[in-house]
């Protein structure tokens, strides 16, 4: 099956999840956003000076000669001018002041002449002609945002300027989904955690790690359920304890066709789970579907056991399903173009996703493949900074042509 036909499977099968609370803004972070947030107040309130300078009337402005002005009073941030201003007359102005009634241009204070000297109550200004144009440095009422518009819309997942922005709405509790709870584990008697003695023909389990990591970054809750072996009734009990505790379960292992593989006789009885061939390196088996247990239903995700494998199915198929649920409005993966420095080779018929190295010299960008493809080698994905998408029905790649990346930052 094409990567794109699986995907387009999988976001039509999702529903998210429906609880909602209310967090206090400094919790709200990294959360999705549940409802549409309604700005209660203009911003800015009031219309105000956008720097330190004169504040005066336009019409004052000689278009062919130098403007002078009286100046009549002071500005300060927090509290509005009681005074009122003449034609001709300007008033010392600071940043975030607001705007004395009828004025309507601010002149920075290093745009103007002062004379030295000036005895209190009677300095004047002198503005060359052209050095401001009218209706300048001034912040309107609510150009940043009216009231009675949305100021942020539900499904986003809050970053530190949604923060600071809805706090300049006065607004204390925010509405966010209940975070997603994702239960994992991986399967397999050769499989060793960290700590316990690697017996010969045994592997430390690195898979648990990598999709605690990539789980966290996404603000799920979640549950590791260490290691299962391969046997039908700690499988099946590992299964029902997932599904009984969680939205999501993610496994690593046990999806191809070996003797020993007895996840699809686990879904057989649990669940509605479909297995399938992906036409992508690496990670071609994948499973998904939704299994039940006690009256409680998950949705599940079996990934192949290969640890770069894993990392390339989560961030391909699961990454963006796990955001569906969330209610989140997925952000895109961060996709550039560069050149190819060196030759790769690829096989039509399949998508590749091959380990990268992105660089830049001369101001342009170019990739090169690590050493290593093979789906079991982690360090790939450890030394690369970047993924290069080879799509389905590309063939070879010559040095010094264009080919698309996805960049880690931001991903792993």
């Not at 000669?65 to 300007?90: C, K, M, N, P």
């Not at 010392?92 to 000297?117: H, K």
């Not at 966010?176 to 690697?198: C, H, M, N, P, W």
């Not at 898979?207 to 549950?223: A, E, F, P, S, V």
Request: proline share 5%; hydrophobic share 45%; charged share 20%.
């Amino acid at each position: 099956m094409p990567v794109s036909q699986a995907q387009a499977i999988i976001h039509a099968f999702i529903t998210p999840v429906g609880a909602i609370e209310k967090v206090a803004l400094r919790s709200a972070l990294d959360r999705v956003l549940a409802h549409d947030i309604i700005s209660p107040i203009d911003v800015p309130a009031h219309d105000n000076s956008a720097m330190d300078g004169y504040a005066f009337h336009s019409a004052d402005l000689r278009q062919d000669s130098d403007t002078i002005l009286q100046v009549a009073g002071i500005a300060h941030a927090g509290r509005a001018y009681a005074g009122t201003a003449a034609r001709g007359e300007a008033i010392r102005i600071m940043t975030g002041a607001l705007m004395p009634a009828g004025l309507d241009t601010v002149i920075p204070q290093e745009f103007v002449q002062v004379p030295a000297g000036s005895p209190a109550g009677s300095i004047t200004i002198t503005i060359a002609a052209g050095a401001v144009q009218p209706g300048a440095n001034r912040r309107l009422a609510g150009e940043d945002l009216k009231a009675g518009t949305p100021a942020i819309r539900q499904g986003r997942i809050l970053r530190p300027a949604d923060l600071g922005l809805l706090a300049s709405l006065g607004i204390a509790e925010i509405p966010v989904r209940r975070r997603l709870r994702v239960a994992f584990f991986s399967t397999g008697d050769e499989l060793r955690s960290v700590g316990e003695i690697l017996e010969p023909g045994c592997v430390y389990d690195s898979n648990r790690y990598t999709l605690y990591g990539m789980l966290q970054r996404l603000g799920c809750d979640i549950i590791d359920m260490g290691v299962v072996g391969d046997d039908p009734q700690a499988l099946e009990t590992a299964f029902r304890s997932a599904c009984e505790n969680a939205d999501a379960i993610i496994t690593s292992g046990g999806v191809s066709v070996g003797d020993a593989d007895h996840t699809k006789q686990m879904m057989a009885q649990l669940g509605d789970v479909a297995f399938w061939k992906i036409g992508m390196r690496p990670g071609r088996p994948l499973a998904f579907g939704r299994i039940a247990s006690s009256g409680k239903q998950a949705l599940f995700f079996g990934l192949p056991g290969n640890p770069v494998a894993v990392m390339v199915s989560f961030y391909f198929f699961a990454r963006e399903a796990l955001l569906q649920m969330m209610g989140a409005q997925a952000p895109a993966l961060p996709l550039m173009h560069a050149t190819a420095a060196v030759a790769i080779r690829k096989r039509p018929g399949r998508t590749e996703y091959q380990r990268g190295i992105l660089s830049v010299s001369d101001g342009k960008w170019s990739v090169r493949p690590t050493a290593a493809q093979g789906s079991g080698i982690l360090r790939s994905m450890a030394e690369a900074n970047c993924m290069i998408v080879l799509a389905h029905e590309q063939t070879d790649v010559a040095s010094g042509d264009q080919v698309e990346v996805i960049l880690f930052d931001g991903l792993i």
